[in-house]
Nanobody
Framework: QVQLVESGGGLVQAGGSLRLSCAAS????????MGWYRQAPGKQRVLVGD???????KYSDSVKGRFTISGDNAKNTVYLQMNNLQPEDTADYYC?????????????WGQGTQVTVSS
């Protein structure tokens, strides 16, 4: 199993920046990809972006050019650098890990961290 703990959320003014962290523990060797999702009030959880174990990243169109996902394998941590934040980025942000265990892919989630962007 994999455990995920997010940190780094908070309140920021429009145009500001935040960096979220997601620390993985447990069966980290089984992780094949990690991603960030967000869920705004009254809306569905959607993918922000993800990174594979090989370092390949992809992003949703809404954050492309503003957000960057990176990983530190030594710390088993993935980061989401968010620049030029806008009020529409306000949401709870969740870390996700896809882990291959005994030929089955499992999805694990962190507890979420809140990001609020004021105009």
């Amino acid at each position: 199993q994999v455990q995920l703990v997010e940190s780094g959320g908070g309140l920021v003014q429009a145009g500001g920046s935040l960096r979220l962290s997601c620390a993985a523990s447990g069966s980290v060797f089984s992780i094949r990809a990690m991603g960030w999702y967000r869920q705004a009030p009254g809306k569905q959880r959607v993918l922000v972006g993800d990174i594979t174990s090989g370092g390949v990243t992809k992003y949703s169109d809404s954050v492309k050019g503003r957000f960057t996902i990176s990983g530190d394998n030594a710390k088993n941590t993935v980061y989401l650098q968010m620049n030029n934040l806008q009020p529409e980025d306000t949401a709870d942000y969740y870390c996700n890990a896809l882990a291959l265990e005994t030929s089955v892919m499992y999805a694990y989630w962190g507890q979420g961290t809140q990001v609020t962007v004021s105009s």
